[in-house]
């Protein structure tokens, strides 16, 4: 999967010389927690994010009038609290590729740029939602969690032993397990019954750390 096909197209944007209480409001009314911010010729100058804002904001508790509070952040403007140097991904590049990148620099969301353009921006809830799907978090199945050993065809025989039970695999993840050597696997599947499938599972090389029921 690319990061085109989850990310948001056409992202809203802001201009670096809006007030900061004023890009707070349209970030609110918006329900979003970062912008894009593009210079009078469109080009992508800086990225701001909500906390960029409140901590620019005066505290409660400052000793501050409202009128010099207004005041003061209607002088602020977006260039003051924006971040210049913008880490951006390709429309192109593999989804896990911005997953890393978000990770690595403890950010929450990437401009996605074609020839140093802006055509899009990909966010830490895309993501979420991808995970959500490679889970099969929303769909109704048994949810099984298994132990195995890190080696070729393991993923084959088990896939073997759920498909001569008449199951179907609707979803699956791998993951690391204590060491290299050792697996996870999470996988939904529907059409089986609970107890026969944990009953064909452990009598293969697997080890069934959990079975339930997922909606």
Do not use: W
């Not at 003051?80 to 896990?96: F, G, K, Q």
């Not at 993951?175 to 107890?195: A, H, P």
Request: charged share 25%; glycine share 8%; net charge negative.
């Amino acid at each position: 999967m690319l990061v085109h096909e989850r990310m948001t197209g056409h992202p809203l944007t802001i201009g670096p010389d809006t007030p900061v209480s004023n890009a707070l409001d349209f970030m609110r009314q918006n329900q979003v927690r970062r912008l894009p911010v593009l210079d009078e010729r469109g080009r992508l100058i800086g990225i701001v994010a909500e906390k960029d804002l409140l901590y620019a904001s005066p505290s409660p508790v400052t000793s501050l009038s409202i009128y010099e509070i207004h005041y003061l952040l209607s002088k602020l403007k977006v260039r003051d609290v924006m971040t210049r140097e913008i880490i951006t991904i390709c429309e192109d590049c593999p989804l896990e590729e911005a997953a890393r990148i978000m990770v690595d620099h403890r950010i929450g969301g990437l401009p996605v740029v074609r020839d140093g353009v802006l055509v899009g921006i990909i966010t830490e809830t895309d993501l979420f939602k991808v995970f959500l799907e490679m889970l099969g978090a929303r769909e109704q199945g048994l949810r099984v969690s298994l132990s195995v050993r890190d080696e070729p065809g393991t993923l084959a025989r088990l896939a073997g032993e759920v498909t001569q039970m008449g199951g179907d695999i609707i979803a699956l993840g791998t993951f690391y397990g204590r060491d290299r050597t050792e697996g996870r696997i999470t996988m939904k599947v529907r059409g089986v019954d609970k107890e026969a499938l944990l009953q064909s599972l452990e009598s293969s090389t697997a080890q069934v750390l959990d079975i339930r029921d997922g909606a």
